[in-house]
């Protein structure tokens, strides 16, 4: 099934601990994104790639780093997390890079930073 | 610069009764629009996008959509609503990049 898969779901943990969402696609798609959902501001780009080792600054980077090393996988890495980033975080992909493209989206990860 | 405005946070309804969620946009430039559905505690899925061509666009579970460049709305419709259709919807639009601004969601709930 084509799907794009994050882990994990849900996340609890403490400010300034480093952690790492992971988000993989089996489409072979080029493009891949995250965004950040927030209730009335609906869903900013965090970064994306548009294909491996390329990556730039979406809407919201500030605090976050991502890398593409493998076509499949787009990691979220929070360096150091502060309750500002509680939020709901989707990763997406897309066959070509070109506005014509729908995305395909994940579950979600609801993380909490305390 | 573009951007989307989806006029109504919320909008209740009863089942069986038609529906419209509004969204207006703007944008120098020719766009692409898209509406994405998100049921609770699931991530978004298509339900329709308007490339170029007719301007009336139908989607899955019976949505449609009407561009009007005039206007700058892609209003999104369905004649009958049912229970399951509860959900959030997302208005959002794209140009030649790779950029895709989202609305702020119109949260859709039907009662019977």
């Known amino acids: 099934e084509a799907q794009v898969t994050q882990n994990p779901r849900y996340l609890i943990t403490v400010t300034g601990k480093k952690l790492t969402v992971t988000c993989s696609q089996n489409?072979?798609?080029?493009?891949m994104s995250w965004y950040r959902q927030d209730p009335g501001l609906g869903l900013r780009q965090i970064y994306y790639?548009?294909?491996?080792?390329?990556?730039d600054k979406g809407d919201v980077p500030e605090g976050y780093k991502v890398s593409r090393k493998e076509k499949r996988n787009f990691p979220l890495i929070l360096e150091s997390p502060s309750p500002n980033q509680t939020s709901l975080y989707f990763c997406?992909?897309?066959?070509?890079?070109?506005?014509?493209?729908?995305?395909?989206f994940g579950s979600g990860t609801r993380l909490t930073v305390v | 610069a573009q951007s989307v405005t989806q006029l109504d946070s919320q909008v209740p309804v009863f089942e069986e009764a038609p529906v419209e969620l509004r969204c207006n946009y703007s944008?120098?430039?020719?766009?692409?629009l898209f509406w994405y559905v998100q049921y609770p505690n699931q991530g978004l899925q298509l339900l329709l996008k308007?490339?170029?061509?007719?301007?009336l666009v139908k989607g899955i579970n019976g949505f449609e959509a009407e561009f009007n460049k005039s206007q700058t709305s892609f209003h999104l419709r369905k004649p009958s609503v049912h229970i399951s259709d509860t959900a959030e919807y997302f208005c959002?639009?794209?140009?030649?990049?790779?950029?895709?601004?989202f609305g702020t969601g119109t949260r859709l709930q039907v009662f019977p």
């Open positions: 997406a992909s897309r066959l070509e890079t070109g506005g014509g493209y729908g995305y395909t």
């Open positions: 489409m072979n798609h080029e493009y």
């Open positions: 790639s548009m294909n491996v080792e390329v990556t």
């Open positions: 944008s120098s430039v020719s766009v692409y």
């Open positions: 308007y490339l170029s061509g007719s301007t």
């Open positions: 959002a639009v794209s140009d030649n990049t790779d950029k895709l601004i």
